[in-house]
C-alpha cells in the first residue's frame, strides 16, 4: 500500500526493531492493491521458510519495540490528473480531497476495526509509539491518524495523498480498502468539512478524540456505524464482528504468564 519511491515495485529500509524492515509496494488501482498485499506477505512467508528463517506480521512482536503497521497510501485520479491535488492550498489539497478526509474522520473509530483487527493490534496503537492514536490529520505528521506526506521534489501533483496510519498487517486488505473508501466517499458525498489540520504532537491533545483503546471497544463501535455498514455491506460487516467478538472473548477467558506473575 506504500508508495514507492522509483525503484521499482517494492522499495525496503531498515526499520527500528531487531529485524525489521519497511517494503513499500508501488501504487496500484484498488482491485490490484490489495492482490499484491497477499501475494508480498505469501512470497515473503516462502522465502523464509526456504532459508529456515521466520517472517512475522505481528502488529506488536516485540515488548518496548515498534511495531509493524500497514500504512495506506490513497489519492484518487481521472484522466491523468490527481483529484486530491489543489496547488492554491497551503497544504496542496482540494476540497474532494478535505471532503474524503472529513469522511475517514466521521467513521474513524468503526474503521479502527477493520485497520487494527487482533488483540495484538492494540498494543501497537499506543501514544508515543510512532502508531497513530487520535483521530486528526495532519501535514506530515506522523502522530496523526491521517498524514498528508511531503511530496517528493518536483512531484507535487503526482504525490499529493492521504496516509492512513492506523491500519497493521494483520489486516484484510480487501476489507480495508472497501470501508476505506466507501467512508472517503460518504464524506464527499455528503460535502463534509474536516476540523483543522494538528501538526504538532497529537499524542496529548486532550481536546481530539481517541481511537479504539482495544478490538472490542473498536467492534462496539463499528456495529453503531449504521451507515458505513450500509455502504460496505451488512452481511460481510456482522460476520466479520462475529467472528472477531468470538476472538475477543477467547482471549479474555485466558490467563497469561503476566497475571501470574504479578497477581500470584
Keep these: 500500500f506504500c508508495l514507492s519511491r522509483g525503484l521499482g515495485d517494492v522499495y525496503k529500509r531498515q526499520e ?18 490489495p492482490d499484491e498485499v497477499i501475494l508480498f506477505k505469501e512470497i515473503a512467508r516462502q522465502i523464509a521458510s526456504k532459508y529456515n528463517v521466520e517472517v512475522n506480521f505481528m502488529p506488536k512482536p516485540f515488548n518496548k519495540m515498534a511495531g509493524s503497521g500497514l500504512h495506506l497510501n490513497f489519492s484518487i485520479w481521472k484522466n491523468g490528473r490527481n483529484l486530491f491535488y489543489n496547488p492554491s492550498d497551503n ?14 474522520i466521521e467513521h474513524a473509530k468503526a474503521l479502527t476495526a477493520i485497520a487494527a483487527p487482533t488483540i495484538n493490534s492494540y498494543k501497537r ?5 510512532w502508531a497513530p492514536t487520535k483521530i486528526t490529520y ?17 512531484m507535487s501533483m503526482q504525490d499529493r495523498r492521504i496516509e492512513y496510519r492506523v491500519p497493521d498487517p494483520t489486516t484484510n ?10 467512508a472517503g466517499m460518504d464524506g464527499i458525498e455528503r460535502g463534509l468539512k474536516p476540523p483543522s489540520p494538528v501538526n504538532e504532537n497529537a499524542y496529548f ?33 456482522e460476520e466479520f464482528v462475529r467472528v472477531k ?19 500470584r
Design 16 to 33: 527500528y526493531g531487531p529485524g525489521q524492515y519497511e517494503f513499500d509496494i508501488q501504487h496500484k488501482d484498488a482491485m490490484r492493491s
Design 91 to 104: 497544504y496542496g489539497l482540494s476540497d474532494l480531497a478535505y471532503n474524503f478526509i472529513a469522511g475517514i
Design 125 to 129: 496503537l499506543v501514544p508515543g509509539s
Design 138 to 154: 495532519g501535514y506530515n505528521n506522523k502522530s496523526a491518524m491521517l498524514r498528508i506526506p511531503t511530496p517528493y521534489p518536483g
Design 173 to 182: 486488505p480487501y476489507l480495508l480498502l472497501s470501508a476505506f473508501i466507501e
Design 205 to 237: 491533545r486532550k481536546d481530539i478524540e481517541d481511537i479504539p483503546r482495544n478490538l472490542r471497544e473498536a467492534l462496539n463501535e463499528l456495529n453503531k456505524d449504521t451507515r458505513l455498514i450500509e455502504r460496505v455491506g451488512k452481511e460481510i460487516v
Design 245 to 263: 467478538m468470538a476472538e475477543v472473548e477467547e482471549y479474555e477467558s485466558l490467563v497469561t504468564d503476566w497475571e501470574y506473575e504479578v497477581y
